[in-house]
């Protein structure tokens, strides 16, 4: 992984030229490409953790597995927001953690997160290093007293599946598989999780677990919050373990408050996953409507009354225009609004005639597969673009929220108002990619030109969305999690009973308030 | 509602010849029927609140929502648990409340919640008191203290159907409806919830959410707590406001703490529902199996790969064979294992024959609607029945669990290896009537001759259930909740650091205990 940017180096994008165009006539960008920092010159901060505790770390982990390199501490600073990669890029790493410490196993965890505790030292989880939401940006001062130090805890040792029982469809994985080596892990047993992120290529199932992920195809396999039967935590008070059976009256679900706790209450050490088999079809297509208004219309449709297919994303009228999804497809000049329904199963044919039908008696018009084949194409490809576009002196940022259908408009407009308020005239484009009977989710790509302080220029709009969407009554975040970023917004979300159930949890599972700290809970 | 068993009492079912037969042939129950004492013979404690916390409750709730009569407490006290109805059926009501209040809003609950907390006064969440897990009896004793005295909080006046949003499909309705009643109140919108477990008659919204329910047409229409999106609960400490979209990654989901915290963390005081249209179509019909094993493969068939009906349910040989199901519409002397599959919807012939085929393809041999129509009309009869049992001096109980498709043997054996053990030779049935993709639920009814104490020869077959629940692996329940019953062997299930997460926010939410204090909560 780029330690400036988003995945694997040799892969990098050029920016075409239409896009070259459009950053210069739309948005008046045209400075020359600024490149990263070289990563030799990164600024770190002194490492504060002294060689008795070092040395204790690699007492529990083993001595290869306590890292305190320039590089590993660089790689190890915060996620892959923009501001996180627009503070990289110019070579502030300030807030890296102290030392990596790469723990083998459940005692392991469990034994570091002990010593933290007893020394007061700030332990954040690491799985893909994929946040967007400032899930990994230490806060050293601490409550009252600063810690000791930080540890950022690499979970990617603990990248085994562990057990398939194919008669319940289940499979035990630890946490710090990434989803593609998984995907292969159960390919092997005729297997798949179907989950599909943007981050798919190097987000881990520890952090879709952490951060209730949501996936490209939730249409079909849904949320990994669904596919998580059982988990195993650690924390600093003692070893969680849920989930004897599918579903359970056995008291509140406390699955539900490890998923989402973004290693603020414990560390997933284990995950027993629904898994299903990897489908024999698989078919991508396109459709076109006239407008965003009557292509929700008709996803709300499939969601209601079915048949849903697997995937289901639509964009509005600019997203389309602008083609992140292949804008020649759609024939006549892009017009309206690009819906992709993909279809995976035993055999698709009759969901797909079943779809077909409710997508035409909507107002859509069949485009065949061959926006289908190029979003499939391009599918985890927008992260590689966005770094070309830093450079190129461009701000993009993603941003998602949710609400019921009824609300949908009203928060789509209060969203595309603040972006437009805070940024003068920016690019805003939207999609629909989940749904549920009872609402869908909403997600925006912003680019702009980029000021002197992008990353204040940035903090500014997101600040206005977020009061946008309380405005309108959506939740903070449908799929990327609170971080930092989000933690005043989601308090308000929350009210103050719900912080203080929280903060109750946290204080208990977690007395001295080493876990992540600053991140989710306000 | 019958004081001292269940439903109409207009309803009461005599036994049926083979049923008596069956008592005295196989159990030998040969004694005349005992009935229940009379109302006004039962026993109940002085009450222990003074004029002053009374006239404060009457000033919050309204004077004649203030209730100490005699029949009013006794209708109370307790549950619906066989437990129960023994006790009460011998003139024992000695844990009754001290009143009845009925508060008719959101408003006079939090009132209420904030005035019992300042006195000490115990409250008990009361929906169609129907728990059988002793959900509803009140400790007196306190942790420490004792409380000044108990109220059941009756939430029978609150049951309006609030608001409906057509577009999002989604309820807002109050906790004490009753299931038919709101049944009646969305089938005007032309929507229904689906949710009819036995209780259905009975039992309110507040107490589905409360205590987790799961009905008969689960597979179709989900569980309860799939169709909250959203809720509101008054605590101690505060209102909670909970569920702006169907789901988000706002931290962890706070819906699944309340929803199963059986009214010891708050009280729901409204419910945001998913709908869904009132089906065209509803077919139920009949499938027989040669073994449960076989039978129990094809609902995993149906459950993995589909298509799932909306009602699946298959009786073991013993349940086939007493035939609670209708014994001659299996032909043949009643051999074998009766499935029951229904199908609702628009439109459903082709979900019939999909799971037809998928039925038939394990060794199912259809046995028409006649077994299905018989199933419909006595789905919500058998507490009916109970009674009758009970006066003639049968204990009849259920109980039941779930775990993961690979388990479900062995858990099957070992339960009914701990019944048998427990009760000598008694009649153990077995149904699995909630299918998920990675395992089922099991519901267990026994019928034995009770003995000279009957209250405690259950306590002890339901301690030996519980040990055996735990050793083969299964949850202490599937939809009947925790209450008082389950307490101890729910401590076990979550571990020594789950027990401590609820504690702490029991604390917050409610930290001078009044909350159904004893239950839940270990």
Same mark, same amino acid.
């Given at each position: 992984?780029?330690?400036?940017?988003?995945?694997?180096?040799?892969? =990098?994008?050029?920016?075409?030229?239409?896009?070259?165009?459009?950053?210069?006539?739309?948005?008046?960008?045209?400075?020359?490409?600024?490149?990263?920092?070289?990563?030799?010159?990164?600024?770190?901060?002194?490492?504060?953790?002294?060689?008795?505790?070092?040395?204790?770390?690699?007492?529990? =982990?083993?001595?290869?597995?306590?890292?305190?390199?320039?590089?590993?501490?660089?790689?190890?600073?915060?996620?892959? !927001? &923009?501001?996180?990669?627009?503070? #990289?890029?110019?070579?502030?790493?300030?807030?890296?953690?102290?030392?990596? @410490?790469?723990?083998?196993?459940?005692?392991?965890?469990?034994?570091?997160?002990?010593?933290? !505790?007893?020394?007061?030292?700030?332990?954040?989880?690491?799985?893909?290093?994929?946040?967007?939401?400032?899930?990994?940006?230490?806060?050293?001062?601490?409550?009252?007293?600063?810690?000791?130090?930080?540890?950022?805890?690499?979970? *990617?040792?603990?990248?085994?599946?562990?057990?398939?029982?194919?008669?319940?469809?289940? /499979?035990?994985?630890?946490?710090?598989?990434?989803?593609?080596?998984?995907?292969?892990?159960?390919?092997?047993?005729?297997? &798949?999780?179907?989950?599909?992120?943007?981050?798919?290529?190097?987000?881990?199932?520890?952090?879709? =677990?952490?951060?209730?992920?949501?996936?490209?195809?939730?249409?079909?396999?849904?949320?990994?919050?669904? #596919?998580?039967?059982?988990?195993?935590?650690?924390?600093?008070?003692?070893?969680?373990?849920?989930?004897?059976?599918?579903?359970?009256?056995?008291?509140?679900?406390?699955?539900?408050?490890?998923?989402?706790?973004?290693?603020?209450?414990?560390?997933?050490?284990?995950?027993?996953?629904?898994?299903?088999?990897?489908?024999?079809? %698989?078919?991508?297509?396109?459709?076109?409507?006239?407008?965003?208004?009557?292509?929700?219309?008709?996803?709300?449709?499939?969601?209601?009354?079915?048949?849903?297919? &697997?995937?289901?994303?639509?964009?509005?009228?600019?997203?389309? #225009? @602008?083609?992140?999804?292949?804008?020649?497809?759609?024939?006549?000049?892009?017009?309206?609004?690009?819906?992709?329904?993909?279809?995976?199963?035993? !055999?698709?044919?009759?969901?797909?005639?079943?779809?077909?039908?409710?997508?035409?008696?909507?107002?859509?018009?069949?485009?065949?597969?061959?926006?289908?084949? /190029?979003?499939?194409?391009?599918?985890? *490809?927008?992260?590689?673009?966005?770094?070309?576009?830093?450079?190129?002196?461009?701000?993009?940022?993603?941003?998602?929220?949710?609400?019921?259908?009824?609300?949908?408009?009203?928060?789509?407009?209060?969203?595309?108002?603040?972006?437009?308020?805070?940024?003068?005239?920016?690019?805003?484009?939207? $999609?629909?990619? $989940?749904?549920?009977?009872?609402? /869908?989710?909403?997600?925006?790509?912003?680019?702009?030109?980029?000021?002197?302080?992008?990353?204040?220029?940035?903090?500014?709009? %997101?600040?206005?969305?977020?009061?946008?969407?309380?405005? =309108?009554?959506?939740? @903070?975040?449908?799929?990327?999690?609170?971080?930092?970023?989000?933690?005043?917004?989601?308090?308000?979300?929350?009210?103050?009973?719900?912080?203080?159930?929280?903060?109750?949890?946290?204080?208990?599972?977690?007395?001295?308030?080493?876990?992540?700290?600053?991140?989710?809970?306000?």
């Amino acid at each position: 992984m780029l330690w400036s940017g988003w995945g694997d180096p040799a892969l =990098a994008r050029e920016l075409p030229e239409p896009v070259r165009e459009l950053l210069r006539d739309l948005l008046g960008v045209r400075g020359p490409a600024v490149p990263a920092v070289p990563l030799e010159s990164v600024r770190l901060p002194e490492t504060a953790l002294d060689g008795r505790v070092l040395e204790s770390l690699a007492g529990i =982990a083993g001595a290869g597995h306590v890292l305190t390199s320039h590089e590993a501490r660089v790689r190890h600073a915060r996620g892959k !927001s &923009t501001p996180d990669l627009l503070r #990289m890029r110019a070579g502030d790493a300030l807030d890296a953690p102290d030392a990596v @410490v790469l723990p083998g196993s459940h005692a392991e965890v469990a034994a570091l997160l002990e010593l933290c !505790s007893r020394e007061r030292v700030a332990v954040v989880p690491f799985g893909g290093g994929t946040s967007v939401v400032g899930g990994l940006t230490p806060d050293r001062s601490g409550a009252g007293a600063a810690f000791a130090g930080v540890v950022a805890l690499d979970l *990617s040792r603990m990248n085994r599946l562990v057990g398939f029982d194919a008669e319940s469809r289940v /499979a035990e994985l630890e946490p710090g598989l990434r989803a593609p080596e998984a995907e292969r892990l159960l390919a092997a047993h005729g297997m &798949t999780l179907g989950h599909f992120p943007q981050s798919f290529e190097y987000a881990t199932l520890g952090g879709f =677990a952490a951060a209730r992920s949501s996936g490209q195809a939730s249409a079909g396999y849904g949320r990994f919050d669904d #596919m998580v039967v059982g988990l195993t935590a650690a924390t600093p008070t003692g070893t969680l373990e849920l989930g004897r059976a599918p579903r359970s009256a056995a008291g509140p679900d406390l699955r539900h408050l490890l998923l989402g706790s973004e290693g603020a209450l414990g560390v997933i050490t284990s995950l027993r996953l629904r898994v299903r088999p990897v489908p024999a079809e %698989k078919v991508y297509e396109g459709w076109r409507f006239p407008t965003f208004r009557e292509g929700a219309a008709a996803l709300r449709a499939l969601a209601q009354d079915g048949p849903l297919p &697997t995937v289901l994303r639509l964009s509005d009228e600019t997203e389309t #225009m @602008v083609g992140l999804a292949r804008p020649d497809a759609l024939g006549g000049g892009g017009a309206g609004c690009l819906v992709i329904a993909g279809y995976e199963g035993a !055999s698709v044919a009759a969901a797909r005639a079943g779809a077909g039908e409710v997508l035409a008696r909507h107002g859509g018009e069949p485009l065949g597969e061959d926006p289908g084949r /190029a979003w499939e194409r391009g599918r985890f *490809s927008a992260p590689y673009l966005r770094d070309s576009l830093l450079a190129a002196g461009a701000t993009v940022e993603t941003l998602e929220t949710a609400c019921f259908w009824s609300g949908l408009p009203r928060l789509y407009d209060a969203v595309r108002l603040a972006l437009l308020g805070a940024l003068g005239s920016p690019l805003v484009m939207c $999609h629909v990619s $989940h749904v549920y009977e009872t609402g /869908a989710s909403l997600y925006f790509t912003v680019v702009t030109a980029q000021d002197g302080d992008p990353v204040e220029q940035w903090a500014k709009a %997101k600040r206005a969305t977020l009061e946008a969407i309380a405005g =309108a009554g959506g939740t @903070v975040s449908h799929h990327h999690g609170v971080g930092r970023d989000h933690r005043e917004a989601y308090a308000q979300e929350l009210g103050p009973v719900g912080v203080e159930a929280l903060r109750a949890v946290k204080a208990r599972l977690d007395p001295r308030g080493v876990l992540n700290p600053g991140a989710l809970i306000p």
